[in-house]
Structure formats: C-alpha cells, structure tokens
C-alpha cells in the first residue's frame, strides 16, 4: 500500500461496482490504485479545500447507464472533478463518473495516462456509446473546451451546447441527469486565456488568473442535480427536433446554476439575511419546473 | 471435411492442424518452412502458395475449407517481400478457392488492421477503418491484405468468407509481435504512455479459428480473449523491468543496449492501444475464451523465465 492511499477510500474503491480484473484494471484503462491515490487527493480538496454544497446527489442513479450532463466553471476542469468526487463520496455504493475527456490530453504525457487510469476516457462518440452498453455512468459538458473558457464576467453563462450527448442519449436510451455547477469562475477567476502558453504544454489554451497561473482559490462550490431528463427516439432525428431537446436541457441547466447561486448567496451572507435569502431561494425554484 | 492450410508450419497453423486432426478433419498443409514431427495423417506441400505447384494441390485434393494462415507478420522481413507474400499469396489463395470450389474460406488477420493513434476510440468495431496506414506503413501489406480478402465477400458469391482480426498472442509458444516485444529483460515504454493491450492465449486463438470453421460464419469478425491489460502490468506480470524512456531517447535507443528493433511507426503502437470489440464474433460463433489474462501472462513468464 503506497503512502499517498488513504486506506478508507481504497476500501471505497473496492465497493465500486466495476468488472475489475485479477491487476485491479476495468477494460477501459481504470486501475484501483490509481484511483485510491486520485481519490485520496480529490478528497482533500473536495471535503477541506473547497466549500462544496451538495444538492440532489439522490438524482444519480445507483446502478445502470446514466449521463451526468452540466455546465463547465472555471478554467480547469475542477467542476468535473467535483462532481466525480461527489459520486464517490456521497453515493452507497459510490460510483464512477467517467468524464469524456479533450482529444488533446491522450497525446499529452503523463495527462493521458493519469486520466486514463482514473476512469476518464477520451470523448469519442464510439467509446461513450461503448461505454453506456456497459452501463457505466458518463459526465458530460457540453460546451466543451469553449466552456472552460469563459472569462470572469462570464462564469455564470452558458455558452454554445454540443448536440452529440443528446443523439447518443436517444440511441442508447439513457437517463439525462442534468446538473448545474458555480462557484469554478470565483475559484478560479479567468482574466485572459493565453493560446501562446497552451501550444507549450500541448492544450487548446492555458487560463491566466490576477496571480498569474490557474492554481483555485479556495471558494465556496455548489452543485445541484435535478430529475432525469428522459427523451424518446433514434438519435437520427432532424438537427431541430434534436437541437430542440439540447435546449431544454440547456434551459434546465440555467435554472440550477440560478438555484446554485442563491445558494451559494445565502451561505456566504451573513445570518441575519438568512429568512430573505430563503425567500427568494423558493421564489426562484418555482420558476423553475 | 477436407482442410487446407497454407502456413500451416507456423506457430498458430500447427496448433490450428493439430486441433482440427482431433477433431477428425482431413489436414493438407502448404508451407516452404519444414513442420519436423507434424503428427501423422496431416499430409505437407512444400511449395510456395504464390506458384503454380501450389494450384495444383488445390486442384488435385479439393479441399471444402482453407485457412489462410500463410501471411508475414513479423518485421524482420523487408517491406517488399512481406508485402509480395502476403498480398501475392492472399490473392492467390482466393483466386484458387474460386477455381476449385472451394466452400469456406477463412483469412486470419490482424486487429492491428485498425491502428494505434491518440483519436482512435477504445473497442474498434468492425465497421471502423483501418488507421495503420497512415501511421504504420509497414503495415500497409497487411491491411490491404484484410481489406483484399474482404472483398472475396461480394467477389466469391458461392464462397463462405470469414476474415478474422485476431488481438495479440501471449502464451508458453513466445509467438507474436506481443511476445517478442516481451522477450528481453527490460520492455521499453515511452515516459508518461502505458496503453492497454489486447491478447489472447494461443490456445484459445486455435479454438476461435476451429469453431468459425465448424460454424461457417460469414462476415469480418474481430476476435478478443481476455479485457485488455496496460502494457506495464504485462510487464510486470512476465517479470520483465519496464524502463519509460523519454520519447526521444526511446526513438535513438531502439535496437540498441539490448532493447527490440523497431520501425518509427511502431511506436504510436507503445503510446496508444489498439482495442476491438469481439462481441459480434462471440455472438454470431458462441465462442468463449478459456484462458484468462493472468493464465497468458503466467504462461509466458514460465516458457520465457528471467534469469538474475
């Protein structure tokens, strides 16, 4: 047992119902001592770094294909490990969000190999597909790489929604289970993005913060999970229909970052405010459907 | 039935002929290499499948199934040969099978066919095309050599073709690019990469080849044993001392301090996995592997011991 494996969350990760075989691999690349090494530093971000509020872990399935579909905070990919951490630590048994991955991090030493080994696959449309025959659970941003873009004024938007999850979500008949996430642009406030420094390490572009390099601050985070989103279908439809049904995920999404931002409003104000700040919190959920 | 082999003197086509002679099939080989103690009742031709002698065990014994094993694998062979023998002796096995009513014919290929590269999805599918050619060109023979024996699909119409795309060998024979790239004490592995690798115990590849045999499949098929397993486990598990070079000390060390010669292109195979889907075979055959992925890499490590 190596010393950075907390021996809890190596327990945790033999729970985790996966075809693992005799080395301790799953046939995607995941390895257990990967993954309790990972784990036991997502833990101390996600349980003592970071701030996280947790709402409606109870939307994850236990078991079976699912699509954890959100948006992208901040300019590293921080909002996807939180919400793989939270599948691992808040659910019984845990699960294993499988994140599809930027095509650019397999040709990356070390980065491919790291996230191979910790679940993460590259986003192919063959291998999520593969993926959900399976049964495993996939997160997904649909923004993309233009996601993790957004600048600080911004952090809260949405920007353009790929439409692929949703074709594959149809074909496969898999469970949406939206999520909103905020707080990313506060931890890691992006001033400019610098394409420059990207070419250097082999990525699309490396977000620059007011003290220089995107190492997160440690702010308050809150995640929100909604109901699954179910839509029936081929996965050949129309661009529109299909473009139809990104939106209102897309729609949902907005809602839970809102929902997420009260939140977050309220933990961070002080006491006294508490009775309005619930207030609003209601007013704006009934909003929402 | 009456079963011919071209290459039946390879590590695979003698376990495949040995297979089929218990199983009270007609054995008839063709092979320039000498098969020395080949068990009686399997009749050799030792001719070359690309001439005209060659023809003419096809049209005196009228064989109901050939195997097509007679293909050049390993990179030792200059690019011209290998691609001569194996697409010349593909074309003429085929073009035989046509003449001399051949029923069946089976093409053991390669899933290497598909390619390594970063962008390549995990668990090829059938459909998917084939990548090595472009970062791979010692390959190419054998990837035209696949697609050239698909085409006997629309070409032969009376002719059952099956064209298998087998995963890496690993087993006590030591046979295949997988297990020679083992061979030596130390297996060098590009700094940050450790694919997963996809093989199947030899045994297992003879009853894959048997069994689409008896059951007259048609179609390209890809044929997977055990989940796939990264490299440096396979190293381990064999024994062996992985040594992750950078890649550029790796490209100027190959074929040095002991380390495997291999063609620049090779390397996109030790930073990236090839992985198939064999599920489509599995279905269409009921075929089931036996030997698991630890039983390969134990099997291996006790043929091939290191000694300190």
Request: aromatic share 4%; hydrophobic share 35%.
């Given at each position: 047992m190596s010393l950075f494996i907390d021996p809890e969350i190596a327990a945790r990760v033999d729970r985790l119902e996966l075809p693992w075989n005799s080395y301790g691999c799953d046939p995607y690349g995941a390895s257990k001592d990967y993954l309790a090494r990972g784990f036991t530093v997502a833990q101390l971000l996600y349980r003592h770094y970071f701030k996280i509020g947790i709402e409606g872990i109870e939307y994850v399935p236990a078991r079976g294909r699912g699509m954890l579909v959100g948006n992208h905070s901040g300019g590293v990919a921080l909002d996807g490990l939180m919400v793989i951490a939270s599948c691992f630590f808040e659910k019984e048994p845990p699960r294993l969000a499988q994140g599809m991955a930027e095509k650019f991090m397999a040709r990356t030493p070390f980065m491919g190999l790291w996230s191979t080994r910790c679940g993460q696959v590259t986003g192919l449309v063959e291998t999520a597909e593969h993926l959900l025959a399976d049964e495993r659970l996939l997160m997904i941003f649909p923004e993309g790489a233009r996601g993790t873009a957004k600048l600080y004024p911004e952090r809260n938007s949405l920007v353009h929604f790929g439409s692929g999850f949703m074709r594959i979500a149809m074909k496969t008949q898999t469970p949406i289970i939206p999520f909103g996430f905020v707080g990313g642009g506060e931890a890691i406030p992006t001033i400019a993005n610098s394409v420059t420094l990207g070419r250097l390490v082999g990525a699309p572009y490396v977000p620059i913060t007011p003290w220089g390099?995107?190492?997160?601050?440690p702010a308050r985070l809150e995640l929100t999970y909604s109901e699954p989103m179910m839509f029936d279908g081929?996965?050949?439809?129309?661009d529109e229909v299909i473009e139809g049904y990104v939106e209102q995920v897309k729609q949902r999404i907005a809602g839970l970052i809102e929902i997420g931002r009260e939140r977050r409003r309220k933990a961070l104000?002080?006491?006294?405010?508490e009775d309005r700040s619930i207030f609003t919190f209601d007013g704006k959920n009934g909003e929402q459907p | 039935m009456r079963v011919l082999i071209p290459g039946i003197a390879g590590v695979l086509g003698q376990r495949v002929a040995t297979r089929l002679l218990e199983h009270g099939h007609e054995v008839i080989g063709i092979d320039r290499r000498p098969w020395r103690n080949?068990?009686?009742?399997i009749e050799l031709h030792d001719v070359d499948i690309r001439k005209r002698a060659a023809e003419d065990v096809f049209r005196k014994r009228r064989p109901q199934a050939v195997i097509h094993?007679?293909?050049?694998?390993?990179?030792?062979?200059r690019t011209e040969e290998r691609f001569r023998i194996n697409l010349g002796g593909t074309r003429a096995v085929f073009e035989h099978c046509r003449d001399w009513g051949v029923e069946h014919a089976v093409f053991v290929g390669r899933h290497t066919y598909y390619g390594a590269a970063a962008d390549s999805p995990l668990y090829h599918v059938e459909e998917d095309p084939p990548m090595a050619v472009t970062t791979f060109p010692e390959l190419a023979d054998l990837v035209a050599a696949d697609l050239y024996a698909c085409t006997a699909l629309w070409r032969i119409p009376n002719l059952v073709t099956t064209v298998l795309r087998m995963v890496y060998t690993l087993g006590p024979?030591?046979?295949g690019t997988l297990a020679t790239f083992l061979r030596g004490k130390h297996v060098p592995m590009v700094l940050g990469f450790d694919p997963l690798f996809h093989f199947m115990h030899e045994e297992d590849v003879a009853t894959a080849i048997c069994v689409s045999l008896e059951k007259r499949v048609q179609g390209v098929y890809n044929v997977d044993g055990p989940a796939p397993v990264p490299l440096s486990v396979i190293a381990k598990g064999t024994g062996r001392t992985p040594v992750p070079l950078p890649e550029v000390a790796f490209r100027a060390m190959l074929g040095r301090f002991g380390l495997p010669k291999l063609p620049p292109g090779a390397l996109a195979h030790i930073k990236y996995p090839v992985v198939v889907d064999g599920s489509a075979f599995r279905k269409a055959t009921g075929f089931q592997h036996e030997m698991s992925e630890m039983r390969c890499i134990r099997d291996y490590r006790e043929a091939f011991p290191i000694r300190a």
């Open positions: 390099l995107a190492i997160p601050a081929t996965g050949t439809e129309e104000s002080w006491s006294g405010s | 080949a068990p009686q009742g094993m007679a293909t050049v694998t390993h990179l030792v062979e024979t030591g046979h």
